[in-house]
């Protein structure tokens, strides 16, 4: 287990839990007590808790943990269903990308594709994305023409929320959206955590010909607070191998393509 996968395991216990010592926190994690120690002091220094004598207690940042954190949840699937997602993108097409970890991992694969790499003075392809961290990425490749929306960035995923956010959505169109959420299932469809986040990825969707949701199993058949989109407004859903499959039938009942990669 690396060191951010450590963190991120000790900060959802931490959530779950409300408070931890030192001793319960090395018996859950079958790590040693100093190790656990250290762990707990350079998590209080990013503010992601609050060491106490002998332990920690929960700040409600541990609730909403950052993209950082998150990126070693299901990585592996999360690398499937972004390869299986890439897939569905052609030469030229106008993309929109939401933020998080799964969709940071589509627009790595785009960015790598080779048939994607423009020989001429255009691009060959457009992304259109209210990800800070995916724009930084895509920004050095010359093949790839990024735009970002403006607003007002949220630390936790890095995405850009507000009406700077969303007003863009008046100005251009999208081939295909793709979405990762915190919830998808086939009664209340897409949903996130944050209001704000779900306004910028509804007009992402509403703006697209496409909808493509991207979300690994631990997230289908679950919702969220806020709603994104209708299970009517999805066209396909991305996800992994350990969907059951009356789960997949619901979606393919109510019209929607599952991809299990």
């Not at 999805?234 to 009942?253: H, N, R, S, Y």
């Amino acid at each position: 287990m690396t060191r951010h996968e450590r963190w991120n395991s000790l900060l959802e216990l931490l959530a779950d839990a409300g408070r931890l010592t030192v001793e319960e926190a090395s018996t859950r994690m079958n790590v040693s007590a100093a190790t656990i120690r250290r762990d707990f002091d350079q998590l209080a220094q990013q503010q992601m808790l609050t060491r106490t004598r002998g332990g920690a207690v929960a700040q409600s940042v541990s609730y909403d943990l950052p993209l950082r954190y998150k990126a070693a949840r299901h990585a592996t699937e999360k690398q499937r269903i972004a390869a299986a997602t890439a897939e569905l993108a052609k030469p030229g097409s106008i993309i929109g990308l939401n933020g998080g970890t799964t969709t940071s991992e589509v627009a790595r694969v785009l960015a790598t594709r080779a048939d994607l790499h423009a020989e001429g003075a255009s691009p060959a392809i457009t992304i259109v994305t209210n990800a800070l961290n995916i724009g930084n990425e895509l920004a050095v490749r010359p093949h790839v023409k990024i735009v970002l929306t403006g607003g007002v960035p949220r630390p936790q995923s890095y995405e850009l929320t507000g009406p700077l956010a969303t007003g863009i959505f008046d100005h251009v169109t999208l081939d295909v959206a793709i979405l990762g959420v915190n919830g998808v299932d086939a009664r209340h469809g897409a949903t996130c955590h944050n209001e704000g986040e779900a306004d910028v990825n509804r007009r992402m969707a509403e703006r697209a010909d496409k909808v493509v949701v991207v979300a690994d199993g631990s997230k289908v058949g679950h919702r969220a607070f806020a709603r994104i989109c209708d299970i009517a407004e999805i066209d396909v859903l991305v996800t992994d191998a350990k969907v059951a499959e009356d789960e997949v039938a619901a979606f393919t009942e109510a019209g929607v393509h599952v991809i299990q990669a």
